[in-house]
């Protein structure tokens, strides 16, 4: 991403996926703040650029991405200047409240990124940077209401339904410009959409944001794409291992220390703090700095085609500390050389819409339906697991025979 200069109002960015954006005086006030310049550090998919070496983009890129796209959103629905530029606000800063890689370690952080973005946005929450808590001030000089774009950001917008569904929906302006940069960082084909012809689509129907019945092809286009873009990229089995590796460092970190501060820290900073922090945590910072990975020793694709059903759904709903420490003791390896993942579970509270399509079509009636009641496509994923593994244990690659067994056993 490179700025080349300023227009009359602001700044022209040339992005590797949406082109020339142009970014106008409310979105360069916002930028050059230090919540959001924050992002700049913090990487978009966590340790995935383990898997994918060309995944280096940066949640930074994301929110000036969705900010554009609410932007063309806009313009394509002829709605008022108050509403785009309520919707540009909230899509620059979206994302300000994630805690280092992304949604690694957010499992044991005391708070999700979503609050922790309404807490900045409103001034409830300011960082430990120059210059930090001027947004709600920002916002102020351009008559837009700090509120509700916390409240367009987390899902609680009394208003204009539309305008909650172009920000936070089952098919937002945030996921259309994720699945479109992810899959060009990655180089996966199979996450590439349709993103203008979608927006080209859209109309605003019964105070909702609605799709034009032509439209459902690129719909169902971008669906399945999220969908193999969790099972293949976001969660990858190896990046999987890698982000469950950091979150025991990080838990062991917490353990022994206050944590102050973990949550708001950039990707480096993070890492450097763990290395300082204790012997185990330094540990598994080493392995992954040299990628020396644990491996995987036991994996549970499909509950329902196993011989110990019963088992397993008590495992997968049971604690994962304790599952680890019963296989600790069964194998007389130390703590924190097995890590149970309970991978289904983990991606659904992070990604609730996954098996959600509230996604409405405006037939060549007028008629508004449902498009799962139209799309076989749409009404068939809600069966599908979004991830490939449901249940792992992972463990060193010189224990990977041993825990294999102990695990078969203690599943039986």
Same mark, same amino acid.
């Given at each position: 991403m ?6 009359n ?14 970014l ?14 924050r992002m ?35 313009e394509?629905?002829?709605l ?9 606000a ?6 300000i ?5 992304s ?17 900045? %946005?409103?001034g ?9 808590g ?26 204009? @339904?539309?305008? &909650? ?25 199979? @996450?590439?959409i349709?993103? @203008? ?5 859209m109309?605003v ?11 459902? !092809?690129?719909?169902?286009?971008? %669906?399945?794409? *999220? ?29 022994e220390?206050?944590g !102050? ?23 598994i ?5 040299? *990628? ?7 994996a ?8 110990n059903?019963k ?14 420490? !019963? ?14 993942n *309970? &991978? ?17 079509i405006?037939?060549?009636? @007028?008629?508004?339906?449902?498009l799962?009641? %139209? ?9 599908r697991e ?6 792992s ?20």
């Amino acid at each position: 991403m490179l700025i080349l200069g300023k227009n009359n109002e602001g700044k022209i960015i040339k992005d590797p996926v949406h082109g020339f954006m142009d970014l106008n005086s409310l979105q360069v006030d916002l930028l050059s703040q230090p919540e959001l310049q924050r992002m700049t550090w913090v990487k978009q998919l966590g340790l995935g650029v383990l898997i994918y070496p060309g995944g280096h983009q940066t949640r930074l890129e994301h929110c000036l991405g969705t900010s554009y796209l609410c932007k063309m959103i806009s313009e394509k629905l002829g709605l008022p200047e108050d509403e785009k530029s309520l919707l540009e606000a909230a899509g620059i800063l979206h994302d300000i409240g994630h805690p280092p890689f992304s949604h690694s370690i957010e499992e044991v952080m005391e708070r999700n990124h979503m609050e922790a973005t309404k807490d900045l %946005i409103v001034g409830e929450e300011k960082l430990d940077m120059e210059g930090s808590g001027r947004i709600p001030e920002i916002l102020d000089e351009y008559g837009i209401d700090p509120k509700d774009v916390a409240d367009l950001v987390t899902g609680r917008f009394s208003g204009k @339904g539309y305008l &909650q569904d172009i920000i936070s929906s089952q098919m937002d302006a945030d996921q259309l410009d994720y699945l479109a940069r992810d899959a060009h960082h990655t180089g996966v084909s199979y @996450g590439s959409i349709e993103t @203008g012809w979608i927006i080209n689509v859209m109309r605003v129907n019964e105070g909702r944001l609605t799709y034009l019945e032509k439209g459902i !092809d690129g719909l169902e286009d971008c %669906i399945l794409a *999220r969908d193999h873009m969790y099972s293949s990229v976001y969660c990858h089995k190896t990046t999987s291992i890698a982000e469950k590796m950091l979150l025991r460092a990080v838990e062991r970190h917490l353990e022994e220390d206050n944590g !102050d501060g973990v949550f708001w820290m950039t990707d480096g900073e993070l890492l450097e703090t763990l290395y300082s922090s204790n012997p185990f945590s330094k540990e598994i910072v080493r392995r992954l700095r040299s *990628r020396e990975l644990y491996k995987r020793a036991f994996a549970v694709k499909d509950i329902e085609e196993t011989e110990n059903t019963k088992r397993l759904k008590e495992l997968i709903e049971g604690c994962e500390k304790d599952i680890e420490r !019963d296989l600790i003791d069964i194998t007389g390896l130390d703590d924190g050389e097995i890590i149970v993942n *309970r &991978q289904a579970r983990l991606t659904k509270n992070l990604e609730p819409r996954l098996r959600e399509f509230d996604i409405r079509i405006t037939m060549e009636s @007028g008629e508004v339906v449902p498009l799962e009641s %139209i799309s076989k496509t749409v009404a068939s994923l809600k069966k599908r697991e979004p991830v490939r593994d449901i249940f792992s244990v992972y463990t060193p690659e010189e224990h990977r025979s041993r825990v294999s067994e102990a695990v078969k056993s203690y599943v039986k």
